[in-house]
T-cell receptor, first 113, second 114 residues
Framework: AQSVTQLGSHVSVSEGALVLLRCNYS??????LFWYVQYPNQGLQLLLK??????LVKGINGFEAEFKKSETSFHLTKPSAHMSDAAEYFC???????????FGSGTRLQVQP | DTEVTQTPKHLVMGMTNKKSLKCEQH?????MYWYKQKAKKPPELMFV???????INESVPSRFSPECPNSSLLNLHLHALQPEDSALYLC?????????????FGAGTRLSVL
């Protein structure tokens, strides 16, 4: 079964600093990968998706992620953190056979003023 | 429009009550999903409907009963719940065409069982 691992349950950065949230996948075939963001007391919002068209994927709110097959990684980055980026971030992989998403454990991003 | 609408936003129920959660989408998606999310945990899949038919039931207790009356609507009927069923219940939808399975989520119903 496909799975994703998010390293670091909490990440704290200063406003204006680089954001790096880590995700590694386990898949024997090219996976479909996603990053979702969840603000407090809200549902999940799709940030970006990798569907094999391009290895560098740009998403909403200035986020991007790079698919690296050699490292089985799909890390999420943003050059300059904003206070409004504070939220829970989930990496997910699509199990195309079951049409289900499997989520990582999540990373809570804190942005310090 | 990528909106999935869930009602109610909040629900408090006793263990003997019967209630229903509702989910609606008008994106023409033919796959719809229920997830359960406990505090500080990722969402866990409960049910998947494809073309209005139940395709996946992740061994969910029978006190949760899903229903998909048409291609736009998904319900989750609740009966005799336990306090440990308190959670955020998320609905999602996705197109069935293509393999990517891009899912769009609603804002969720926060359920408290007393």
């Amino acid at each position: 079964a496909q799975s994703v691992t998010q390293l670091g349950s909490h990440v704290s950065v200063s406003e204006g600093a680089l954001v790096l949230l880590r995700c590694n996948y386990s898949s024997s075939v090219p996976p479909y990968l996603f990053w979702y963001v969840q603000y407090p007391n809200q549902g999940l919002q799709l940030l970006l998706k990798y569907t094999s068209a391009a290895t560098l994927v740009k998403g909403i709110n200035g986020f991007e992620a790079e698919f690296k097959k050699s490292e089985t990684s799909f890390h999420l980055t943003k050059p300059s953190a904003h206070m409004s980026d504070a939220a829970e971030y989930f990496c997910a992989v699509s199990d195309t056979g079951r049409r289900a998403l499997t989520f990582g454990s999540g990373t809570r991003l804190q942005v310090q003023p | 429009d990528t909106e999935v609408t869930q009602t109610p936003k909040h629900l408090v129920m006793g263990m003997t009550n019967k209630k229903s959660l509702k989910c609606e989408q008008h994106m023409g998606h033919r796959a719809m999903y229920w997830y359960k999310q406990k505090a500080k945990k990722p969402p866990e899949l409960m049910f998947v409907y494809s073309y209005e038919k139940l395709s996946i039931n992740e061994s969910v207790p029978s006190r949760f009963s899903p229903e998909c009356p048409n291609s736009s609507l998904l319900n989750l009927h609740l009966h005799a719940l336990q306090p440990e069923d308190s959670a955020l219940y998320l609905c999602a939808s996705s197109p069935l065409a293509g393999e990517e399975n891009i899912q769009y989520f609603g804002a969720g119903t926060r359920l408290s069982v007393l």
